[in-house]
């Protein structure tokens, strides 16, 4: 499995898309806190790189990007694989199909973890020299690392799956395009779910001309359940974890448990089905 | 004898179509197997079963005597290369950098050889050319450095001389009877076109709907192909003799009739045949290709 890692990696490195995708998301490292500097410039006073990291949920905004270049580099890179017709090559000289699709899991992991720490590289570089030191409490800034870690490490194990069962690299792009679109429809849906409470406060004026607090009953209050599941679906799917990571005082226990099973679900579920596939 | 590969009863069935129908057939170590048989015959299905790219549905087939089931046919896996109806290439890469990730996939050491592949292949000085800027021929020349990369001594190859231009396929047949005698690596070839396969091949399989026909040598194909006149006389006395005395190798399938096996002018063998007394009541001529062989194995049926 090594030798397929190795081959993997040197294939990763010599990637157009995977240097694109490490180029872009730089960028983004850069441009973000420069952008929240000139639009909020108030929150920099006395705002120190970590809190920044921290309040930006570690670059993980609503919008998952860091989804949609793993995906986009792990199709185009194991995809061609299939594209090409070189999966042959590994099966014929007996590298078996466990050892083909961990091997590619693994490769996927590594390119998550680049991408973390160029991100992390230079949010540094740029946040440094304007808002000095660490000053947020280690321990907040260790686990929104990890947390964020384990959530692109379950984008790395679904864009696996997909690519893999899928066969087909345009096919698994557009899937994978279109659960992380319509996943965060969901996501926002869910969000107002759980928003919502069983009472709010509705104020009158009455006939004297006084303020008057009233406590209503929500009449559009989902039920316990429905809560629940919205609560569960952020908690578990990396898009709602990066919503809630990016949303940085929401930050739940569970998160690592449902990012480790899903990659322990996915991954199962792809080796069952790349083990019968037929290939060409 | 030794066998590189032997296939019992192997069926391969796609919902409701039976691709291999309980096929068995014998590859022996060192042969140029011409592996016959017309499109949707069943031949990609069984190399692409042999190639462990799926698995049969009924039946077995062993690589070096190990079972496609046991554990150790990753081993024997090893000792095999193939091109599977294109060769499998990285299109963005060079022959150079195709090369070295299949070393790496194999666990090689060092590159050290690769240049010595390309210039076996013909492509040492194709420099940084990426593949998808390849003639059909050049990619065909890299599937098999590809294939080669392993030091293998059985390989598989699908098709080989599809799309090649004439010199390519010259090229691609001394390409595969020198790997044959030098590195004394058995090939399986799976083909159509019967007149390049003639030229290669040592030991032939004929296949059709998902089925082994016959399996044949090269020698008993020559036999069975070279080119025969078949007479009918109107006595047996002397015949013998006057056979005897055209030099030639003879068959008597009756007492009256018989085959002649090489070449003689009908009036000669008239001529003869009257000095011994014998008249010539009717004679003809065959000579049988690969290809008429095949059509008549078939029952006629040449649809392909």
Known sequence: ?280 | MEYCLTVDNLSKQYRSYLALDSLTMRVPKGAIYGFIGKNGAGKTTLIRIICGLQPPTKGDYSLYGVPYNNRDICAARKRMGGIVETPALYGQMSACDNLKQQYIILGKPSFEGIEELLDLVGLKDVGKKTVKNFSLGMRQRLGIAIALAGDPDFIVLDEPINGLDPQGIVEMRELILKLNKERNITFLISSHILDELAKLATHYGFIDKGKILKEITAKELDEACKKRIAFKVDTQNGLCAALDETGLQYKLTSPLEGELYGEISISELSDILKSHGITLVKVSEKDESLEAYYINLLGGDSND
């Open chain 1, 1 to 280: 499995m090594i030798k397929l890692l190795r081959g993997n990696l040197a294939r990763t490195i010599k990637s157009k898309t995977f240097w694109m995708c490490i180029a872009l998301y730089a960028a983004y490292a850069i441009f973000l806190p420069i952008v929240l500097k000139y639009q909020n410039p108030e929150f920099f006073n006395g705002t120190g790189t970590s809190e920044l990291l921290l309040a930006t949920g570690y670059g993980i905004a609503g919008f998952p990007l860091q989804g949609m270049f793993i995906a986009t580099i792990c199709c185009i890179i194991f995809g061609a694989d299939f594209h090409n017709g070189t999966l042959r090559n590994k099966l014929i000289i007996g590298q078996t199909r466990n050892k083909i699709y961990i091997a590619n899991l693994l490769d996927s992991l590594m390119i998550s973890l680049v991408l973390n720490l160029v991100y992390l590289l230079f949010f540094f570089i740029i946040s440094l020299p304007m808002c000095g030191g660490f000053t947020a409490p280690s321990k907040d800034i260790i686990q929104v690392l990890i947390y964020g870690l384990l959530m692109m490490f379950s984008y790395s194990a679904i864009s696996t799956f997909i690519v893999m069962t899928s066969k087909n690299t345009t096919v698994a792009i557009i899937i994978s395009f279109v659960l992380l679109f319509v996943s965060m429809m969901l996501i926002m849906y869910f969000d107002e779910v759980i928003q919502q409470t069983p009472y709010y406060t509705q104020y009158t004026m009455n006939e004297y001309g006084e303020i008057v607090e009233q406590v209503i009953a929500n009449p559009h209050m989902p039920s316990k359940s429905l809560v629940n599941f919205s609560q569960f679906m952020l908690d578990c799917f990396p898009s709602g974890q990066s919503f809630l990571l990016s949303n940085n005082n929401v930050i739940r226990w569970q998160m690592p448990i449902y990012s480790l099973s899903l990659i322990a679900i996915t991954s199962g579920a792809g080796l069952l089905v790349f083990n019968k596939t037929n290939i060409k």
